[in-house]
């Protein structure tokens, strides 16, 4: 079974960074893309970012200019770097993992709390 464990996540003051981290292990298929979703109370989970691991990445229009994805293909590993951070940037942070020719499954890690104070 494949594992998702996110970490990074904190409570900082608006304006600062955290840089979120995602691995997955249990399995030897090849990572096909990584992303990372976000709930806050109430709302829906929506796309924050995606990275292929063939590279290609986007971005949620409302982090564009702020956030970064990036991956380590070797770890299994994707990264999350959030600068200026908003309050309306709280959420629930959970990280999605396809693997190549199974890409109709998704996995999800529990999550990463990030609070952004005012």
């Known amino acids: 079974q494949v594992q998702v464990v996110e970490s990074g996540g904190g409570l900082v003051q608006a304006g600062g960074s955290l840089r979120l981290s995602c691995t997955t292990s249990?399995?030897?298929?090849?990572?096909?893309?990584m992303g990372w979703y976000r709930q806050a109370p109430g709302q829906t989970r929506d796309l924050v970012a995606n990275?292929?691991?063939?590279?290609?990445?986007n971005y949620a229009d409302s982090v564009k200019g702020r956030f970064t994805i990036s991956r380590n293909k070797l770890r299994n590993t994707a990264y999350l770097q959030m600068n200026s951070l908003k309050p309306e940037d709280t959420a629930v942070y959970y990280c999605?993992?396809?693997?190549?020719?199974?890409?109709?499954?998704?996995?999800w890690g529990q999550g990463t709390q990030v609070t952004v104070s005012s």
């Open positions: 249990g399995s030897n298929l090849p990572i096909a893309s």
């Open positions: 990275i292929t691991f063939v590279g290609d990445s």
């Open positions: 999605n993992v396809r693997l190549w020719r199974r890409t109709e499954v998704e996995y």
